[in-house]
């Protein structure tokens, strides 16, 4: 599946030490359609540490279809989601639709 990764722009943070206890304002991504509530989040993914919400369909390698967040914005949106707040970097947790649980796989490197 194709998939746009953004650099990372945190320099001094690091979630993945407070597990449950992140700032509701840490920058994560969500994808065009999370962002405007018209899907609901299938794909977490923690690739270089950063926090993505996606819908899990195909989306445009395109920075226009991705937007940046506050985690707590998404959170509050579905609290489901904070079920799976101690996903480790380099790991995704993937649905198949709401009802289903989470299925967690470790993320293929990003070429180092
Ligand atoms: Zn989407």
Redesign the pocket.
């Known amino acids: 599946m194709a998939f746009v990764w953004f650099p990372m722009e945190t320099e001094h943070c690091n979630p993945s030490k407070d597990k449950f206890m992140i700032p509701g304002n840490l920058k994560s991504y969500v ?4 962002f405007e509530g018209t ?1 609901p989040v299938l794909l977490i993914s923690r690739q270089g540490g950063s926090w993505s919400f ?4 195909e ?1 445009e390698d395109n920075a226009s ?1 991705y937007r940046v967040v506050g985690i707590g914005h998404v959170l509050e949106d579905d609290p489901s989601l904070r079920s799976q707040l101690d996903l480790q970097p380099d790991w995704d947790a993937e649905r198949k639709d709401l009802e289903s649980p989470w299925i967690r796989t470790r993320s293929d490197a990003m070429d180092a």
Do not use: D, L, P, Q
Request: charged share 10%.
């Open positions: 994808c065009i359609h999370v899907r996606v819908c899990g369909a989306h279809n």
